[in-house]
């Protein structure tokens, strides 16, 4: 099991990809180019999450067939895909064409059950059915089972002067195994274990054993891989919100602390009928934020991340997160990026 005296093997960053309802090509744009930053500074995964109805990305398989040409060796995942809003075989199909484009590089994430909010969009999504849509665990099934190839029709071969295929197309080998799971709650790190998925475990999860958040993720992540046929050695990646300031501005500064303790009242308190717990804010130099780190206890279960980058930020806060991200608080937990020394952006 990693321990936090052992490098950080993978760095990854999340960015929800936000923009001006006026303009949204520009915010989209944005995102492209952070996405080519992160490259360039030698993450080894850019993630972007999904929304709906809101001013951030709602299409990440589009985002990431955008961005698929024009990069070439970070791998592009979601973090994460509320699957109820989905349709499995349409999906898959999508996933499949832009893993291809982009050479096997697509790390997909998901959750099941009702989307955040589907009560206000069921009825525009599933206008008869949505009474009757199966939104638990058996959809992710079905999607992995799609992906691998499994035949969906007996009516395979050539008809008239065209030739149909048994299972969905393009088939890319090697995208069913790169599925990861968004678990917050024990169950459900279970479930992803016992079903051989990779485990996102982020900075919310369900109060479970006290209130303390790192104790309630590492028991997540114990028990996911007690469950995984990989034993400790099933991936699991961590994403906390993490505000390295080695280079920031003083305004910056003052914009970050700002940010932080205005959503300082919220951790240690469970929150809803799930009893949701949200990690603090990590805000400070590299070294005070590796320190911090090395002293949580969902940290040192894992040795690759996927950093979230605060919502409300602007691009140039972006550029300096990143860059300090990989330029100083990686190399301060062991990681080294595959591309040699961080590029000036």
Not at 98 to 126: C, H, Q
Not at 239 to 253: E, F, H, K, M, Y
């Amino acid at each position: 099991m990693p321990q936090s005296h052992l490098p950080l093997s993978r760095l990854g960053f999340l960015t929800i990809g936000t923009f001006d309802p006026e303009n949204a090509a520009a915010g989209h744009e944005s995102t492209l180019q952070i996405i080519e930053l992160g490259e360039r500074l030698g993450f080894d995964s850019a993630w972007l999450r999904h929304r709906h109805l809101q001013h951030g990305i709602s299409s990440p398989v589009a985002v990431m067939a955008a961005a698929s040409q024009r990069t070439s060796r970070i791998e592009l995942g979601t973090a994460v895909t509320p699957l109820g809003a989905e349709n499995p075989f349409r999906l898959a199909e999508d996933l499949a064409t832009v893993d291809v484009l982009a050479g096997g590089r697509i790390t997909p994430g998901f959750s099941t059950g009702s989307p955040m909010r589907f009560d206000t969009y069921k009825e525009a999504l599933y206008p008869a059915t949505w009474q009757s849509e199966d939104l638990g665990y058996d959809r992710l099934l079905r999607l992995r089972s799609l992906l691998r190839g499994d035949a969906v029709t007996d009516a395979a071969g050539l008809d008239a002067l065209e030739v149909y295929s048994d299972h969905v197309q393009p088939h890319s080998p090697g995208l069913a195994d790169r599925l990861w799971y968004g678990a917050a709650s024990r169950r459900s790190a279970r479930w992803a274990g016992e079903n051989g998925f990779r485990l996102l475990t982020s900075s919310v999860v369900a109060a479970e054993d006290g209130t303390d958040f790192a104790t309630n993720q590492s028991a997540q992540i114990r028990e996911f891989r007690r469950l995984h046929p990989d034993g400790a050695d099933a991936r699991v990646s961590q994403g906390l919100v993490v505000i390295p300031t080695d280079s920031a501005t003083a305004s910056q500064r003052r914009r970050y602390r700002d940010y932080v303790d205005s959503r300082a009242a919220r951790v240690g308190v469970p929150h809803g009928p799930g009893r949701l717990l949200f990690a603090a804010d990590l805000v400070g130099s590299a070294a005070e934020i590796a320190e911090r780190l090395h002293e949580d206890a969902g940290f040192r279960e894992v040795d690759e991340v996927a950093f979230a980058l605060p919502f409300s930020f602007e691009h140039d806060d972006y550029v300096q997160l990143l860059t300090d991200i990989a330029g100083a608080l990686g190399p301060a937990l062991g990681w080294r990026p595959e591309t040699g020394p961080p590029a000036t952006p």
